[in-house]
Each structure stands twice: as C-alpha cells, then as structure tokens.
Nanobody, 117 residues
Framework: QVQLVESGGGLVQPGGSLRLSCAAS????????MGWYRQAPGKQRELVAR???????NYADSVKGRFTISRDNANNTVNLQMNSLKPEDTALYYC???????????WGQGTQVTVSS
C-alpha cells in the first residue's frame, strides 16, 4: 500500500500564492515520478505538473511560468508552488505517484484550492 497525504490547499484571492505539499509513505520501493493533477467541477482530471526521480519536469500549458514543482527524494515528498493564481485554477488538487514508468498512479485524497475574490 502507498499512502499519499496532501496539505496546503485553501482559499486565496486572484493573484495570490499557495504551496501544496504531498508526503508519500508505505510500500515505496522505488518512485519513477510524483506529480499533481486537478479536477474542477464538471471537468476531467488533468495533469498540472509532474517530476521524475531524475528531476525532469513537465507542466500543463495553462500553468507554465506560474507553478513550480519540486521534489525531495530523500523524504519522498513533492511540492507545488503556485503563484499568480487565477479563478480558473480552482479545483480539487490530487497528488499522484508512479512507482514505474508503465505502472498505475497512486492517488491522494485531494486538497481543495479555491481562487476567488
């Protein structure tokens, strides 16, 4: 079993910042990648940002230049610094972990991010 615990969501005004964190524990023998997805009401879950064990990152076009993902391999944590937040960033944000390239994602419970004035 893999457990992912997210923290850091909340309510912020447009233009503000939030930092999400995710700590992984349990049956982690190796980690290929960790990342963040989000799902807004009535929409499909989408990738926000991902980082591999080697440090390779990829971002959704909508967040490039505003969000930064980082990872602490020693502590199995991943963070998402979100700046210049927009109302359209409002969603439930999920932490995800892949142990192998072709394996499934393990998911956290999600943390709500609401951007509103």
């Amino acid at each position: 079993q893999v457990q992912l615990v997210e923290s850091g969501g909340g309510l912020v005004q447009p233009g503000g910042s939030l930092r999400l964190s995710c700590a992984a524990s349990g049956s982690i023998f190796s980690i290929y990648a960790m990342g963040w997805y989000r799902q807004a009401p009535g929409k499909q879950r989408e990738l926000v940002a991902r980082i591999t064990k080697s440090g390779t990152t990829n971002y959704a076009d909508s967040v490039k230049g505003r969000f930064t993902i980082s990872r602490d391999n020693a502590n199995n944590t991943v963070n998402l610094q979100m700046n210049s937040l927009k109302p359209e960033d409002t969603a439930l944000y999920y932490c995800a972990l892949k142990r192998t390239l072709t394996g499934p994602n393990y998911w956290g419970q999600g943390t709500q991010v609401t951007v509103s004035s």
